[in-house]
C-alpha cells in the first residue's frame, strides 16, 4: 500500500490544505494527515482543536487518517511505512523552505521522498497567517476556510466578527 503524509501545523487549516490533502487522497492509498508542533511558532489551537478542524473538514473520505505528531518527520514516515511526504507549493519562496525540509528529510531517511504539489489557483494567496492576520481585524475569512469550520474559526480568533 502506497502511504504518504502531508504534514503541517494546520494552525487553522485552510481551503488550500483541504485542497492538497484531498488531492492527496486521490491519488494515493492511504495519506496520513499528521498535525505537528511548530516549535518556533505559538498556536492559537490546541492540536486537539486543529484535528477537530479537519476531521470535519475531511469527512466522508476514508482514506485520509489524522494524527498529532511530534519529533522528527523523517522518523515517523518510517514507523508509519510512508513511501512519500506531499507538500503544497504556493510560490517560489515556500518552494525555497519546502526544498531545504526535503533534502533533510532525505538526508535523514533515504527512503523518503517528498513531493509538491502545486497550489490551486483559487488557493495560490492562502496561509494559516493570512488567515490570522485578516481575522485578527475583523476582516472576513469565509473564502479562507472550509465552511463547516469557519464559525469555529471566526469565533475563536476575532470572537465572532462580522463576516
Do not use: W
Amino acid at each position: 500500500m502506497r502511504t504518504v503524509i502531508c504534514p503541517g501545523s494546520f494552525d487553522p487549516v485552510t481551503r488550500g490544505h483541504i485542497d492538497i490533502i484531498k488531492r492527496a487522497a486521490k491519488t494515493f492509498e492511504k495519506v496520513i494527515v499528521a498535525v505537528f508542533v511548530n516549535k518556533a511558532k505559538i498556536p492559537c489551537f490546541t492540536i486537539e482543536e486543529r484535528i477537530h478542524f479537519l476531521e470535519k473538514a475531511l469527512e466522508g473520505i476514508e482514506n485520509v487518517e489524522i494524527v498529532a505528531c511530534e519529533g522528527l518527520l523523517a522518523d515517523y514516515a518510517r514507523e508509519r511505512h510512508a513511501t512519500a511526504v506531499v507538500k503544497g507549493l504556493r510560490a517560489m519562496s515556500d518552494f525555497e523552505y519546502e526544498f531545504q525540509m526535503a533534502l533533510t528529510n532525505k538526508m535523514l531517511n533515504p527512503e523518503l521522498e517528498t513531493l509538491f504539489f502545486s497550489s490551486s489557483a483559487e488557493n495560490m494567496y492562502v496561509s494559516s497567517s493570512i488567515v490570522k492576520s485578516v481575522a485578527s481585524f475583523g476582516g472576513n475569512i469565509r473564502d479562507f476556510v472550509p465552511e463547516c469550520i469557519h464559525d469555529e474559526i471566526r469565533d475563536r480568533l476575532c470572537g465572532g466578527g462580522v463576516d
